[in-house]
T-cell receptor, first 115, second 114 residues
Framework: GAGVSQSPSNKVTEKGKDVELRCDPI?????LYWYRQRLGQGLEFLIY????????KSGLPSDRFSAERTGESVSTLTIQRTQQEDSAVYLC?????????????FGPGTRLTVL | KNQVEQSPQSLIILEGKNCTLQ??????????LRWYKQDTGRGPVSLTI?????NTKSNGRYTATLDADTKQSSLHITASQLSDSASYIC?????????????FGTGTRLKVLA
């Protein structure tokens, strides 16, 4: 079946604008994760959704960042009033459940550039 | 502090040669450790997953080892191919009160030359 898809693949925006990134997880996967990967750095956890439970937002760097997920399907990550330090690749991953041994399948990422 | 450190930061080898990548971690309590391969412009893809009790796990030409006592892992690549050129990321999953935290290393960038 289809893997995790993300859109857009690239986004260039001006400082101060809002952006919305989309993630389509693998069908049937209840867990969904957002990560940020700055150039030359490791992945940073942002937020995690598991079914209908309250999301784990502990990784969101500021209140400019928010994310939503409709049921067990599409998720959107919104960054308000973008800053240059928000420039990074934003990766989404999904897994069958939230168990630690469940493999996370990653999307190709959205490369965000804030000018 | 939960950390995952990888070495070397980058590596260049000739096609057909072997190489070993290192991962040291301080994540506790430990649940499992994974190695991912990330091609340029793509998301990471899982190579191996190892639990506390597993010392070695292979996936084709990739062999991962884990020493939970010293909190070290390695990824050995045998008979390297040009397609092995990628970043290799070590990820340690820690468990705490039923929740899991994924701690990512910064990766080793491998370049295989013809």
């Amino acid at each position: 079946g289809a893997g995790v898809s993300q859109s857009p693949s690239n986004k260039v925006t001006e400082k101060g604008k809002d952006v919305e990134l989309r993630c389509d997880p693998i069908s049937g996967h209840t867990a969904l994760y957002w990560y940020r990967q700055r150039l030359g750095q490791g992945l940073e956890f942002l937020i995690y959704f598991q079914g209908n439970s309250a999301p784990d937002k502990s990784g969101l760097p500021s209140d400019r960042f928010s994310a939503e997920r409709t049921g067990e399907s599409v998720s959107t990550l919104t960054i308000q009033r973008t800053q240059q330090e928000d420039s990074a690749v934003y990766l989404c991953a999904s897994s069958r459940t939230s168990g630690s041994k469940n493999e996370q399948f990653f999307g190709p990422g959205t490369r965000l550039t804030v000018l | 502090k939960n950390q995952v450190e990888q070495s070397p930061q980058s590596l260049i080898i000739l096609e057909g040669k072997n190489c070993t990548l290192q991962c040291n971690y301080t994540v506790s309590p430990f649940s499992n450790l994974r190695w991912y391969k990330q091609d340029t412009g793509r998301g990471p893809v899982s190579l191996t997953i190892m639990t506390f009790s597993e010392n070695t796990k292979s996936n084709g030409r990739y062999t991962a080892t884990l020493d939970a006592d010293t909190k070290q892992s390695s990824l050995h690549i045998t008979a390297s191919q040009l397609s092995d050129s990628a970043s290799y990321i070590c990820v340690v999953i820690g468990s705490l009160s039923g929740t899991y935290k994924y701690i990512f290393g910064t990766g080793t960038r491998l370049k295989v030359l013809a």
